[in-house]
T-cell receptor, first 116, second 115 residues
């Protein structure tokens, strides 16, 4: 079974440009999460989808970030316009939502975003 | 609010020596605690989790952790380090056992294993 995949693995853009990150969760996982790790800092929660609905978006830094999960499958995270402080590694995770693995989150390899 | 503190951003151990990574948490409700490991160029992989059952939790690759409520700690140990244990380790806490709750992470501890 395929794990959580993320695309691209690396992205280098200039300040003011737009970038879209994609996450494909494990098939059948209703819960999808986005996290971010800025260099030198801890991994921080951004938001959580249950199927196509945003369950918790309390960690989204500002309105330059837009996350979608159309059809409850893959998710995209768009940053527009990108700023220098948006650089970091963006992780996606998914969980099945049912026991016995309900609360275990499976992580993707991350997308390293560099804003110049 | 929840928080996690990992003491030591870098730890160096000799091959065959004890690995001890410290994690202290703060939570207003009974916590669920996790240790994740990240190998180079890979995603985070779950090592073990505490979900209010046994306080001594055994995980993969010979790791274990003990939940101590009185000390608000969840330290990770492995009796004998192997070169393949070189990675970054993250302690995390969530509030609920059910799915749908965000993880709050510590800052991570990078482990270097010396031959």
């Amino acid at each position: 079974e395929a794990g959580v995949t993320q695309f691209p693995s690396h992205s280098v853009i200039e300040k003011g440009q737009t970038v879209t990150l994609r996450c494909d969760p494990i098939s059948g996982h209703d819960n999808l999460y986005w996290y971010r790790r800025v260099m030198g800092k801890e991994i921080k929660f951004l938001l959580h989808f249950v199927k196509e609905s945003k369950q918790d978006e309390s960690g989204m830094p500002n309105n330059r970030f837009l996350a979608e999960r159309t059809g409850g499958t893959y998710s995209t995270l768009k940053v527009q316009p990108a700023e220098l402080e948006d650089s970091g590694v963006y992780f996606c995770a998914s969980s099945p939502g049912t026991l016995p693995l309900g609360n275990e989150q499976f992580f993707g390899p991350g997308t390293r975003l560099t804003v110049l | 609010a929840q928080s996690v503190t990992q003491l030591g951003s870098h730890v160096s151990v000799s091959e065959g020596a004890l690995v001890l990574l410290r994690c202290n948490y703060s939570s207003s409700v009974p916590p669920y605690l996790f240790w994740y490991v990240q190998y180079p160029n890979q995603g985070l992989q779950l090592l073990l989790k505490y979900t209010s059952a046994a306080t001594l939790v055994k995980g993969i690759n010979g790791f274990e952790a003990e939940f101590k409520k009185s000390e608000t700690s969840f330290h990770l140990t492995k009796p004998s380090a192997h070169m393949s244990d070189a990675a970054e380790y993250f302690c995390a806490v969530s509030r609920l056992k059910a799915a749908g709750n965000k993880l709050t992470f510590g800052g991570g501890t990078r482990v270097l294993v010396k031959p």
